[in-house]
């Protein structure tokens, strides 16, 4: 065989097409799967298959038909009862088939986090109907997060502050929840100061964290995130410790980004992503090792060096579409990119997705700063200066 490793990759957006990239440097096979084509790591790998992966049946004969190594997960849409299955016939899911398994819903993984690890989340209740969802929400109190239980980028999300908002974000939900089971969230709203993307390595040798990644989020979707992001010692310490006790019962190996909220000292749980986070795209320009570059060695087995911070400080920003079309451009790049200097680097990704959406991310403004305030300030212009035009 002419690769070190044969990879499946399930799920081909823009954190699909940078880990593919970084798995094609360490000589890895790569056949990116999604529901589309032309997906964006489609753009980039050895070969691509166009189909809807919570299919089981299509899963499970492209998995026989590629035989690879290792099954990669990149969306949280996939039928991973068919990835128990081929885990348990000996093909590697990584960073494990339970561990996509516990992420898909968020029901899972926060009675496992909640309930079994006991770590502090926000108050919750689940609701299968508007009358449970009301329920629930005296139960949290208002203001109240509700959420699909499957969903991903605030996909149905919705803030409700008074008990009349509730029949609108009950609907807002099951609208865009995604699979078959209307099943929601109520959450209480927790008044944090700041939210962290802690993203945490597990290898054969043991646990590595990334410095702490600082984000803000509108619509429930990033908008732009920064490493290093200030936290005292202490909060910084009881968030590894909750990360590492839910990677390790997870369990296997590869790159988790584990969300917190933080209110003074005290570091709330919030969710985790079994492989590469949105808000770690900061780490394309942050880190000597990206948070792909991360995952691909953490899955392939081969050595991490001690993590170093390129830059004092680097920020990403996001770049939306803000309409349907099929048919759009981009311009400014060279602009964007034209706002670098000594001291302050700048870069973009382009994702290259075929259609646009309003608000759907279609690339990443990318800066290096002393300092994070400036760094956000930059790669928010380099952002703004990419211009998507519709024709
Ligand atoms: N209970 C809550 N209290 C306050 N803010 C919240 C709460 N839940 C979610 N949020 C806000 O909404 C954002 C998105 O929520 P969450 O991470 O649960 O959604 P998601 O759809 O899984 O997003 P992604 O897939 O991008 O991680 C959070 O980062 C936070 O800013
Ligand atoms: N928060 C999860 C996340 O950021 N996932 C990333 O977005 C893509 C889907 O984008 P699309 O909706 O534009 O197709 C996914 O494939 C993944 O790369
Ligand atoms: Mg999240």
């Given at each position: 065989m002419s690769f070190t490793a044969r990879i499946l990759l399930l799920g081909s957006g823009e954190l699909g097409k940078e880990f593919a990239i970084s798995a094609k440097r360490l000589g890895a096979y790569v056949i990116a799967c999604d529901s589309?084509?032309?997906?964006p790591a489609m753009q980039v790998a050895d070969a691509a298959e166009t189909f809807p992966m919570l299919d089981g049946d299509r899963l499970r004969e492209a998995i026989a038909r590629h035989a690879p190594d290792f099954v990669v997960p990149e969306?949280?849409?996939?039928?991973t009862e068919i990835l128990a299955e081929v885990e348990a016939e000996g093909t590697v899911v990584v960073p494990s088939a339970r561990a996509t398994q516990m992420t898909m819903n968020r029901d899972s993984i926060r009675e496992l986090a909640a309930?079994?690890?006991?770590l502090r989340t926000s108050r919750y209740r689940f609701a299968e109907s508007f009358e449970e969802a009301a329920e629930a929400a005296a139960y949290t109190g208002f203001p109240c997060v509700v959420k699909p239980v499957m969903s991903s980028s605030g996909k149905g999300q919705s803030t409700v502050?008074?008990?009349?908002g509730l029949h609108a974000a009950w609907d807002y939900a099951v609208a865009g929840m995604r699979g078959d089971r209307v099943r929601v969230i109520v959450e209480e709203f927790v008044r944090f100061d700041y939210e962290i993307t802690l993203l945490t390595v597990r290898t054969r040798e043991g646990i590595l964290f990334c410095p702490p990644i600082g984000h803000r989020q509108e619509r429930g979707d990033y908008q732009e995130s920064w490493q290093p992001t200030p936290m005292s010692a202490a909060a910084l310490a009881a968030a590894q410790e909750m990360a590492r006790a839910v990677v390790d019962d997870l369990g296997g190996y590869g790159l988790f980004g584990v969300e917190f909220f933080v209110a003074g000292d005290e570091v709330i749980f919030s969710e985790l992503s079994p492989r590469p986070h949105d808000?770690?795209?900061?780490?394309?320009?942050?880190?000597?090792?990206?948070e792909f570059d991360l995952h691909a060695r953490a899955i392939l087995g081969l050595p991490i060096p001690a993590l170093r911070l390129a830059h004092p400080a680097a920020a990403s920003a996001v770049i939306l579409a803000d309409r349907e079309a099929e048919r759009f451009r981009y311009e400014g790049v060279a602009d964007a990119l034209a706002l670098g200097s000594d001291g302050a680097e700048v870069d973009v990704r382009i994702f290259a997705k075929p259609v646009t959406r309003p608000f759907r991310r279609m690339g990443v403004g990318l800066a290096t700063a002393p300092d994070a305030d400036t760094a956000r300030a930059l790669a928010r212009q380099v952002a703004d200066r990419v211009r998507i035009v519709y024709e």
């Amino acid at each position: 065989m002419s690769f070190t490793a044969r990879i499946l990759l399930l799920g081909s957006g823009e954190l699909g097409k940078e880990f593919a990239i970084s798995a094609k440097r360490l000589g890895a096979y790569v056949i990116a799967c999604d529901s589309y084509a032309g997906a964006p790591a489609m753009q980039v790998a050895d070969a691509a298959e166009t189909f809807p992966m919570l299919d089981g049946d299509r899963l499970r004969e492209a998995i026989a038909r590629h035989a690879p190594d290792f099954v990669v997960p990149e969306v949280e849409a996939i039928r991973t009862e068919i990835l128990a299955e081929v885990e348990a016939e000996g093909t590697v899911v990584v960073p494990s088939a339970r561990a996509t398994q516990m992420t898909m819903n968020r029901d899972s993984i926060r009675e496992l986090a909640a309930g079994t690890l006991g770590l502090r989340t926000s108050r919750y209740r689940f609701a299968e109907s508007f009358e449970e969802a009301a329920e629930a929400a005296a139960y949290t109190g208002f203001p109240c997060v509700v959420k699909p239980v499957m969903s991903s980028s605030g996909k149905g999300q919705s803030t409700v502050e008074t008990r009349e908002g509730l029949h609108a974000a009950w609907d807002y939900a099951v609208a865009g929840m995604r699979g078959d089971r209307v099943r929601v969230i109520v959450e209480e709203f927790v008044r944090f100061d700041y939210e962290i993307t802690l993203l945490t390595v597990r290898t054969r040798e043991g646990i590595l964290f990334c410095p702490p990644i600082g984000h803000r989020q509108e619509r429930g979707d990033y908008q732009e995130s920064w490493q290093p992001t200030p936290m005292s010692a202490a909060a910084l310490a009881a968030a590894q410790e909750m990360a590492r006790a839910v990677v390790d019962d997870l369990g296997g190996y590869g790159l988790f980004g584990v969300e917190f909220f933080v209110a003074g000292d005290e570091v709330i749980f919030s969710e985790l992503s079994p492989r590469p986070h949105d808000t770690g795209m900061v780490t394309l320009i942050s880190q000597n090792l990206s948070e792909f570059d991360l995952h691909a060695r953490a899955i392939l087995g081969l050595p991490i060096p001690a993590l170093r911070l390129a830059h004092p400080a680097a920020a990403s920003a996001v770049i939306l579409a803000d309409r349907e079309a099929e048919r759009f451009r981009y311009e400014g790049v060279a602009d964007a990119l034209a706002l670098g200097s000594d001291g302050a680097e700048v870069d973009v990704r382009i994702f290259a997705k075929p259609v646009t959406r309003p608000f759907r991310r279609m690339g990443v403004g990318l800066a290096t700063a002393p300092d994070a305030d400036t760094a956000r300030a930059l790669a928010r212009q380099v952002a703004d200066r990419v211009r998507i035009v519709y024709e």
